[in-house]
């Protein structure tokens, strides 16, 4: 889908929401929630060449554990900037912001292995 559609859907979704707030405001969240699921799923299947394409230049240089916490870490960030962010539409700004914290404690423990390899290259390097 494109980006001029993905807006279109983004300015509609928010109209819909609006309209069901004021008639229904318990049912507007689900709204927003549908639009936001709709776009992220639409825009994670643009990315699937893009991650093809990295996945293959990381195979064909040895370096297949970076990348792949590269885009696990990513995939980890822009799920939790999605929950935080509807969680703050509900009012729930504490609820977003633990999960903010448990998604750099994910990225942290998905980072453990490249750092083990930065500092047992190190120690190659110094020859301890």
């Avoid at 609006?18 to 405001?25: G, H, N, Q, R």
């Avoid at 893009?50 to 916490?69: A, H, N, R």
């Avoid at 998604?103 to 980072?111: D, H, V």
Wanted: aromatic share 4%; charged share 15%.
């Amino acid at each position: 889908m494109s980006i001029i559609k993905l807006c279109g859907v983004g300015v509609i979704s928010v109209a819909a929401a609006l309209i069901v707030k004021k008639l229904k405001p318990d049912f507007a969240v689900f709204v927003s929630l549908a639009a936001a699921i709709v776009i992220l799923g639409a825009s994670i299947s643009t990315l699937t060449p893009v991650i093809s394409y990295v996945e293959e230049l990381s195979d064909s240089s040895g370096f297949g554990i970076y990348t792949e916490t590269i885009i696990k870490s990513l995939a980890v960030t822009v799920l939790a900037q999605t929950t935080g962010d509807i969680c703050r539409d509900c009012g729930e700004s504490a609820v977003a912001g633990k999960i903010e914290f448990a998604a750099k404690c994910a990225i942290m423990l998905l980072s453990l292995p490249v750092i083990k390899n930065i500092l047992s290259l190190s120690e190659a390097v110094l020859g301890k």
